[in-house]
């Protein structure tokens, strides 16, 4: 099957290119789309020239992430981030999960195999806690869920319908994913630490809406 990689970029001239690099490598990948929230770096610059699509969205990660699948032509449509911490070659194990039929194949770090250099103990037991609550109200069996490695099938993306904007967005998926049935699979990933610039992801105001989409999940 033909993969599509969906990357959401805010100022990552540093991290980009060798991620781009690396994926230039890869021969299943059929194209590579990057949906920009207005960086003020040289990432679009950088993007372009190696051959991606560019696109832009300013509202937020999940609002690109949604962009960026939509227009997506391959039968599997793999999100990755642009710094570093995603290892390349895990793509190969992603998308077998789709080949093999699932709908959704989504990487765990904290299953074997998996593991992760980039989270804080205070986001553990955030991530820990919120697993909890989803495999609770939607009887799951996640081993994680603020994660954003993961591939899709195409169909899958419309079956999804999805609306968050922001950091929620990997919740609404899984939470989305379980109540529509559709068939996921968890495979072990390793996340590394962001190899240059400072994260977006503001652990409380974020981690404040990812509860606030499973309570409204929960409710709606
Ligand atoms: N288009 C777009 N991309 C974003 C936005 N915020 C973050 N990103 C990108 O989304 C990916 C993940 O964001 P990070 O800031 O690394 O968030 P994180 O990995 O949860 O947090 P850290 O662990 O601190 O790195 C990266 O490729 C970012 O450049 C945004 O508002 N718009
Ligand atoms: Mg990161």
Not at 4 to 19: D, F, M, Q, R, Y
Not at 151 to 180: C, H, M, Q
Not at 205 to 210: F, H, L, P, R
């Amino acid at each position: 099957m033909k993969v599509s990689i969906v990357i959401p970029t805010l100022n990552e001239e540093k991290n980009l290119p060798i991620v781009l690099e690396e994926l230039k490598k890869m021969k299943c990948i059929n194209e590579i789309i990057v949906v920009d929230g207005r960086s003020g770096d040289r990432t679009v610059d950088i993007a372009k020239k190696f051959g991606c699509k560019v696109v832009y969205d300013d509202k937020g990660k999940g609002s690109a992430l949604r962009k960026g699948m939509n227009m997506a032509s391959g039968g599997v449509i793999v999100n990755m981030d642009a710094d570093c911490s995603m290892i390349p070659k895990e793509i190969l194990l992603l998308k077998a999960g789709i080949e093999a039929g699932y709908d959704v194949c989504m990487g765990s770090r904290f299953i074997q195999g998996g593991g992760t250099e980039d989270m804080p103990l205070f986001r553990k037991i955030g991530n820990k806690f919120f697993v909890l609550l989803v495999n609770s109200f939607w009887g799951m069996n996640y081993s994680d869920l603020c994660y954003g490695y993961r591939a899709f099938r195409k169909s899958a993306i419309k079956d999804l319908d999805l609306k968050r904007n922001g950091f929620g967005i990997e919740t609404e998926i899984s939470i989305k994913a379980a109540k529509k049935g559709l068939k996921i699979l968890e495979v072990p990933s390793f996340e590394k630490s962001r190899k240059y610039g400072k994260g977006n992801l503001r652990t409380f105001k974020d981690g404040w809406n990812i509860l606030k989409t499973i309570l409204g999940e929960f409710r709606g």
